[in-house]
Structure formats: structure tokens, C-alpha cells
């Protein structure tokens, strides 16, 4: 059983995962717990927005829509990185989705396809929403990716997840039959998956080294006197051949 963390302990574990936080109004309280259970959770899902524009998407995030109320995930990840937090508890994000992937989720094993809508995903997991059209051809940004994997890892770092396996991080089309998301050019969930596992290796406070760029060719030697001597004793000697 995992209890969810606290508003302060999920803060503090972003932040020293090196994740860059923007609280967003009464996020602390700010959930739908009055419709559910939030909790034990199992794991992290990621989602893409299908909107555009950093703060209408936090303010869609936060507030949702007449069909599904807010919030609608508990971090929304903007273009820049920025985690904006809306809300704490159970919120609408993950909807009914296979039980036999959250097994596997719980497992820690690979996940089976999800072709069962039976189970209630917003009870047991995290839920983030990255700031994308979702149409294939929208870009996602290497900050926001980034921001997606530390996010996560900091989450499976406070909970002791990611041990046995690399399956506590998921997509919304790993979960819910039909759903496509997260998907476009920069973004993976084996990728993601593979990233939070090697940051796992290290402490929150570890970064990738960027690959070091080639050393400079060495500056070529001035030639020695004999080279010079030499040098001018041959430019003479054809002289003298041209003028004779």
C-alpha cells in the first residue's frame, strides 16, 4: 500500500530532483476527493494537453471544462520545463484504463496491451499533463521532456518505485484503450522510461554531462632553424637553376 505524498513532501522531492515548480493557486487543495478515493497509488502517467499557450493551459488544467471538471492532472509540464502544480489528491486525468496493466504497473513487469476499461485510474496514480497539440507534428521541446523525466523520477524517488522495474512510469496510452497520448517528434515513453531508470542510479541532485566536444587539432610547431636553413638553402639552389 503507498500512501500518496503529502503536498510538502511532493514539493520537496521536485524541487531537489532539479524540476523548476510554479505553484498555481489553492493547489494544496485543490482536488475532487469528494468523488473518490485518492489513493494507494501505484505510479506516474504521463498525458499530452491537446492545447496550445502555456497559461490557457494551466488555467484549462486547473478549472477543466463542463464534461470533466478540474483539476485535470496534478502538474501541467509548459513548453519551457516549468511544472505547474493545480492540484493535490484525486483528480481527472487517468479516467478507467486496463486492471491488468496496473498489476503489471504494481509489478513492476512489462506491461500487458490495454484492452479493458475497467478499473479506476485517477484512484491510483500521478497524474502530469505536458503542454502539446498532441497532432504528431507539434515539437516537444528537449526542456520539457526533461522536466517529464525528473518529475517522474522524483516521484519514484520518494516512493522507493523503480526498483524491480521501469513500468511505474506510463503513458495514457498504456493505460486507456483508445488514447494516443503522450506522442510526437522529441517525446517516447520507452525513452522516458529509460532516463528515470538511469537517474535512479544517481542521487536527485545529478545531471547528465553533455557530451564533451572534440579538443581542438593542435597548433602546428614553428619550424626549427635547420628547418628554416634548410628551406631557404632549397629556395635558392631553384633560383639559381631559373637564372642560369
Known amino acids: 500500500m503507498a500512501a500518496p ?13 532539479g524540476v523548476k515548480v510554479q505553484e498555481e493557486g489553492n493547489w494544496r487543495t485543490h482536488n475532487r476527493n469528494h468523488k473518490g478515493a485518492w489513493g494507494p497509488v501505484h505510479g506516474v502517467m504521463i498525458h499530452h494537453t491537446v492545447s496550445k499557450g502555456t497559461a490557457d493551459t494551466v488555467a484549462l488544467c486547473r478549472k477543466g471544462h463542463s464534461a470533466l471538471p478540474g483539476p485535470l492532472c496534478h502538474g501541467v509540464i509548459a513548453k519551457d520545463g516549468t ?14 484504463g486496463d486492471d491488468d496493466v496496473l498489476r503489471a ?3 513492476e513487469t512489462a506491461l500487458p496491451p490495454d484492452n479493458e476499461a475497467n478499473t479506476d485510474g485517477n484512484q491510483h496514480f500521478y497524474g502530469f499533463e505536458c503542454e502539446n497539440l498532441g497532432d504528431g507534428k507539434d515539437p516537444w521541446p528537449a526542456v520539457q521532456v526533461e522536466a517529464a523525466v525528473r518529475a517522474s523520477a522524483a516521484l519514484l524517488r520518494a516512493h522507493g518505485w523503480g526498483k524491480g522495474g521501469d513500468t511505474s512510469v506510463i503513458g495514457h496510452s498504456e493505460w486507456q484503450p483508445g488514447k494516443i497520448d503522450p506522442r510526437g517528434p ?8 529509460r532516463r528515470v531508470a538511469e537517474r535512479l542510479k544517481h542521487p536527485a541532485s545529478w545531471s547528465p554531462t553533455a557530451p564533451k566536444p572534440p579538443a581542438p587539432a593542435p597548433a602546428p610547431k614553428p619550424p626549427t632553424t635547420a628547418e628554416r636553413i ?8 631553384a633560383l639559381e637553376k631559373r637564372n642560369a
Open 5 to 17: 505524498l503529502s503536498a510538502d513532501r511532493l514539493l520537496s522531492a521536485l524541487r531537489a530532483e
Open 83 to 96: 511544472v505547474h502544480l493545480v492540484g493535490h489528491g484525486r483528480t481527472n486525468h487517468a479516467g478507467l
Open 105 to 107: 504497473v504494481i509489478a
Open 186 to 193: 522529441g517525446v517516447g515513453m520507452a525513452d522516458i522510461r
Open 230 to 237: 634548410t628551406a631557404l638553402e632549397k629556395r635558392v639552389t
